[in-house]
């Protein structure tokens, strides 16, 4: 309060000589009939600090006549200490100095609480000028202390507010450039608001060079046109720190001839929203640019409302127009399937919304050149909370790789069909050898036989030398004889055909153990099981190359060769307790024999599969169809002294 109360100046006036003095040639009753209206505290007291006058709202305030009052010192009705000490160190300032002075009392409470009061003191002067007292007025300031208060508290929230949402506000004078910015503006712009003062020379200076032209002409037309704006610049802050500032900005007042005069905006820092963004960018040009290299496409399916999204590479692979709506509808896919396609389809579509069932379906889409392509699609429901089901997915054109895989399907078909033929053919070759070894040089060693037989009867009188010569010829002749049949059921065992399968193998396998010292035993089903003669190859072929592994990879001790011929299928096991095998070695390129023997049952239907045995070893079992073959097993433990030899 710089002042007395208006009602107070007026009713004083008159009390007042030329120089504004009070002085007590005035009439204090009369001053008190005056100040009876007014609620503002208003008294005079001497040099001593006695009170010569009080008015009523005086008295009222601290619940005393007017009268008891006059007289009175404040240590006589005051009992706050503060106070009274506060009053009289006031009263003797303004004494002392002749000045005028205003002051709040704070901190008081009580019965007496004058804290919320603001009292401005001055002088009293005689009629010689000399001071006497002091005059003193107070005023009631709660309720503008409660609007101070509610408007401290306002702007804190405010601020609070500005920090948390980083938007600072701001008010620019168009005329002096002088700029006024909320906390939160410092903040953005990074400065200290106790050093530093904004301007709008500044603000030019620290927004980024690629940014400032288009600004300066954005804020330039809204300032000379009264318009308002909004714009997006890059500040750099005193530190080198680069934010991103979304400005907006309105004119507020206006001078008398309608030109604008100030205008108020806000300052919105947007720097994690614009690097959020350009990581979405990024990793949705990613995204793009991962499904245009796997030519896959992406999909999403809402079947409450029937809309579907497809990405760029999803159009791409049905044969839309390039820039066509990225939105779609059922209607709009099924216009694009094959119409032989279109009922499974919908069936499938229709699966999926029923019973919310993962999609998995290839159908044909004809393009709008009239190209048909073959689409591979799958996806799978999301419910979210329940209430939005969202289904999303990939497609693919599988139109090319399917081509090729009927293609590679049809070219091992035929290479299968050539290796049977080359087997059958090699069988068949192998056959005619042995058989024309065997009758061509059978005979020539029987009649060699006979010969040196006939011999040895006429050279029964020759000399020992002689019969010698003779006798290592005929073991010679028997020895080659041998070495003939090897090489004869090496190249086909005629046991196959005149003894059968289980006599052949039980032969192979002593001729293993004779040739290697690996111990062997076998379990083979009875002589009367009939094997039809293209299975019987083959599981010889298969017994041959897997006693050869043992013999040149396994360190085997002992082997164990068993033959189950069921109704259906028939099993030959080759167990060894050798070193095992390396996986990872059989399907290696030059794992030839295992890759032929794989080659072999396959062509008749079967499966091998190879095993470590425990504690130690290798299981190698072949699995083929019986052919047809009726009977069930039996078998007849053999020792090898039963086998037979051709």
Not at 228 to 241: A, K, L, Q, T, Y
Not at 301 to 309: C, F, K, L, Q, V
Not at 360 to 380: A, N, P, Q, W
Not at 499 to 505: F, N, P, Q, R, W
Request: hydrophobic letters at 40%.
């Amino acid at each position: 309060m710089d002042q007395p109360p208006e009602i107070s100046l007026k009713s004083l006036s008159a009390l007042l000589d030329r120089s504004g003095h009070f002085t007590l040639e005035g009439n204090f009753g009369e001053v008190a009939r005056v100040l009876e209206g007014t609620e503002d505290l208003v008294f005079i007291k001497d040099d001593t600090g006695r009170y010569l006058m009080v008015n009523a709202a005086f008295g009222r305030y601290f619940g005393l006549p007017v009268e008891s009052l006059i007289g009175a010192r404040d240590t006589d009705f005051i009992s706050n200490e503060r106070h009274v000490r506060d009053a009289a160190g006031t009263d003797r300032l303004v004494l002392e100095t002749g000045l005028s002075l205003t002051y709040e009392p704070e901190g008081i409470h009580g019965p007496t609480d004058l804290s919320r009061f603001q009292t401005l003191k001055c002088p009293v002067r005689d009629i010689s000028g000399r001071i006497i007292g002091v005059l003193g007025i107070g005023r009631d300031i709660s309720a503008r202390r409660q609007v101070e208060e509610a408007l401290r508290q306002s702007e804190s929230r405010l601020a609070a507010a500005q920090a948390i949402a980083h938007l600072g506000s701001w008010e620019w004078n168009l005329q002096t450039n002088e700029v006024v910015w909320s906390e939160e503006s410092y903040r953005i712009w990074g400065v200290d608001p106790a050093t530093f003062t904004p301007n709008y020379i500044y603000i030019e200076k620290n927004i980024h060079p690629a940014d400032i032209a288009r600004v300066r002409r954005t804020l330039s037309a809204a300032a000379h046109q009264g318009t308002n704006f909004r714009d997006e610049m890059r500040v750099i802050r005193p530190s080198g720190d680069e934010r991103h500032v979304h400005i907006e900005g309105v004119v507020t007042h206006y001078d008398t001839d309608g030109a604008p005069l100030v205008m108020t905006g806000t300052n919105f820092d947007i720097t994690e929203r614009k690097r959020t963004e350009l990581a979405l960018r990024r990793s949705e040009a990613n995204f793009k640019f991962a499904q245009r290299v796997a030519q896959v496409g992406s999909w999403e399916w809402e079947p409450d409302t029937g809309a579907i999204t497809v990405s760029d590479e999803a159009q791409r692979i049905i044969g839309m127009e390039s820039g066509a709506p990225t939105h779609m509808s059922l209607e709009d896919i099924l216009s694009l399937v094959h119409p032989d396609d279109r009922a499974s389809w919908g069936r499938a579509v229709q699966a999926t919304i029923e019973h919310s069932r993962p999609y998995d379906f290839i159908f044909r889409v004809v393009r709008t050149d009239g190209s048909v392509r073959l689409i591979h699609t799958m996806g799978e429901m999301q419910n979210d909370s329940g209430e939005h089901r969202v289904m999303t997915g990939v497609c693919r054109d599988i139109t090319e790789s399917e081509r090729i895989r009927s293609e590679l399907a049809a070219s091992r078909d035929e290479l299968k069909d050539l290796m049977q033929h080359l087997q059958n053919v090699q069988e068949t070759e192998r056959r005619r050898i042995a058989r024309e070894i065997h009758d061509e040089f059978g005979a020539v060693f029987t009649a060699a036989n006979i010969s040196l037989y006939r011999l040895a009867n006429q050279l029964a009188e020759a000399s020992p030398a002689v019969r010698d010569l003779l006798a290592s010829t005929k073991e010679m002749i028997s020895n080659a004889g041998h070495a003939l049949d090897d090489i004869v059921n090496g190249l086909h065992p005629q046991m196959l055909n005149l003894l059968g399968l289980s006599a052949t193998l039980a032969w192979y396998v002593k001729e293993f153990e004779q040739r290697t010292g690996i111990k062997c035993s076998h379990r083979l089903p009875a002589e009367s099981q009939h094997v039809p003669e293209q299975l019987a190859i083959t599981l010889f072929r298969c017994l041959q190359e897997s006693l050869t592994n043992v013999a040149k990879h396994a360190a085997a001790t002992q082997v164990r060769v068993e033959l189950v011929l069921g109704k259906v299928r028939c099993a030959l096991h080759v167990v060894d307790d050798g070193k095992g095998v390396d996986p990872a070695l059989l399907g290696a390129a030059d794992a030839y024999g295992i890759r032929g023997m794989s080659a072999r049952v396959s062509q008749l239907g079967g499966s091998l599969d190879i095993q470590p045995e425990t504690p130690r070893g290798t299981r190698i079992t072949f699995t083929l169809p019986r052919g047809g073959a009726a009977g069930t097993a039996v078998f007849e433990e053999r020792p090898h002294d039963q086998s037979h030899r051709h």
